[in-house]
């Protein structure tokens, strides 16, 4: 039996918690469909994220790899962001999930009802 002790280093508790909160795999999403974006193209696309909630989740891309962010000394200053190899490396498995999660939607939606399909 494997245990998932909450002490040291859980590679699973880890990246689940990151890419498991509300934003982080749909902004991963945008940025493999879509190529490199600027931030304001991210946002509208997402659409119902917020300014702020978009710069945090970003960041947090950023420091663990997944996103890189270039910015260019203009004016007005000019971001625009790309996934890294790292970050491609990740989007066959969350395709993975999303084709699950689409293949099993309407039988979820229907147990969650109680109901069966």
């Not at 950023?62 to 200053?77: H, Q």
Request: hydrophobic share 35%; charged share 25%.
């Amino acid at each position: 039996m494997q245990h998932f002790f909450h002490e040291g280093n859980c590679p699973i508790r880890d990246v689940l918690n990151r890419l498991g909160d509300k934003w982080s795999m749909l902004v991963l999403v945008t940025l493999r469909t879509n190529g490199t974006m600027r931030f304001s193209r991210i946002q509208q696309s997402i659409g119902d994220i917020s300014q702020r909630m978009l710069t945090v989740t970003l960041r947090t891309l950023e420091t663990d790899g997944l996103v890189e962010r270039k910015a260019y000394p203009e004016i007005p200053p000019r971001v625009e962001y790309r996934l890294t190899e790292r970050g491609q490396s990740l989007m066959p498995h969350i395709y993975g999930l999303v084709e699950w999660a689409q293949q099993h939607m309407d039988s979820i939606l229907s147990a969650r009802s109680g109901t069966k399909c």
